[in-house]
């Protein structure tokens, strides 16, 4: 090749890669915040759940729960009275719902079209995030304290077994191929069980983690995304445990989530931003820059259908003892979109 043309394809190759970068940084700016839903109540808040089935979002918050309709935002009831409310959980083919009580180590089971609590389940210390997985046909409920995941079957409405995890439970996921998969928030690894016989098969060190929260899978290419307090996104194989790579995020991350269809992964921070990670293949990632929220807007739920992101956020004030609390009458649900 001669000179010149050396040259020319080297200016060529240069302004490739110079497009692709900017494309991978332009992708957080393309999405805005085109709704804030006005949320009842006063009280603390933790992780929002989007029914798909009924296009719902339930918004735990402190002593109840709120029911919105996702297009409107209109309240459409409220479940309460409850004891420091955490998650959410919804069966629809039995119109029923679990609220995990944080403060009296109980769940809370209502029903989907009165909103009414029909009974109280107790389980171990501090249940927090809570989900329900089709495919076992099971309610999974991570636990802080107890160091458990509570297994309830929604039909007896009872606990009927438990995975011993040995250490704080976050956020957990299921492949829908008998494995499921916690986050471990102390000793910063993952614990991988059996979703059938409740027993802890691997436990796997997440490289470059502190205090793993928000955690989010691909089902087809075996991979996990896990948001760390260490303000870093970690992607796990599933099979194995290992670590591929960690990319750059927002601080105070708590929820993750994964679109299939747009290759993009979300981290909701704390600190008012939502960090955006693209993977470009199962074994390449790059951060895409992070989406401006509000500060407190750390826990999400995702519509992969529409493509929205829904933010639990309030405007924080000094408490008792020196730390911050929600502003009585400000609390919202943050509706982002891409534009």
């Known amino acids: 090749m001669g000179t010149n043309r050396l040259r020319v394809f080297t200016q060529i190759c240069v302004l490739l890669l110079a497009a692709a970068t900017c494309f991978a940084a332009d992708v957080a700016s393309e999405f805005k915040i085109t709704q ?28 109840q729960v709120n029911v919105l309709d996702a297009n409107s935002g209109k309240e459409i009831g409220e479940v309460k009275p409850l004891q420091g409310v955490h998650g959410v959980a919804v069966v629809p083919e039995l119109n029923i719902g679990f609220a995990t009580n944080g403060k009296s180590a109980t769940i809370a089971v209502f029903d989907t079209k009165s909103f009414k609590v029909t009974k109280t389940i107790p389980v171990g210390e501090d249940p927090d995030y809570i989900f329900y997985d089709a495919g076992t046909r099971k309610v999974f409920v991570c636990h802080g304290d107890a160091k458990i995941i509570s297994v309830i079957d929604p039909e ?23 494995n499921g998969f916690v986050n471990l928030e102390e000793e ?6 059996d979703t059938h016989t409740l027993a802890v098969k691997n436990k796997w060190p997440i490289t470059g983690c502190k205090t793993p929260t928000g955690l989010a899978i691909d089902v087809p290419n075996s991979r996990l995304f896990i948001g760390c307090r260490s303000k870093v996104l970690a992607v796990m194989d599933s099979t194995n445990g290992k670590v591929l790579t960690t990319l750059p995020i927002g601080e105070r991350t708590d929820a993750a989530a994964f679109d299939a269809d747009t290759k993009l992964i979300f981290a909701s921070n704390g600190g008012g931003t939502v960090s955006v990670v693209i993977q470009k293949s ?18 999400m739920a995702y519509d992969p259908k529409s493509k929205r992101i829904f933010l639990s956020a309030a405007e924080m004030e000094a408490a008792a003892g020196g730390k911050m609390a929600p502003k009585p009458g400000t609390m919202k649900v943050l509706v982002v979109e891409k534009q």
């Open 282 to 299: 199962a074994s390449e990632y790059e951060s895409a820059g992070e989406i401006q929220t509000q500060k407190s807007a750390k826990t």
């Open 36 to 63: 804030r839903y006005p949320v009842s109540g006063d009280g603390g808040f933790d992780y929002v759940l989007f029914d798909s089935s009924s296009n719902r979002l339930y918004i735990s918050h402190g002593t």
């Open 188 to 193: 910063a690894a993952v614990a991988h069980f």
């Open 156 to 178: 007896k409405q009872a606990v009927v077994g438990k995975v011993d995890v040995g250490d704080k439970a976050e956020a957990a996921v299921v492949d829908g191929k008998g």
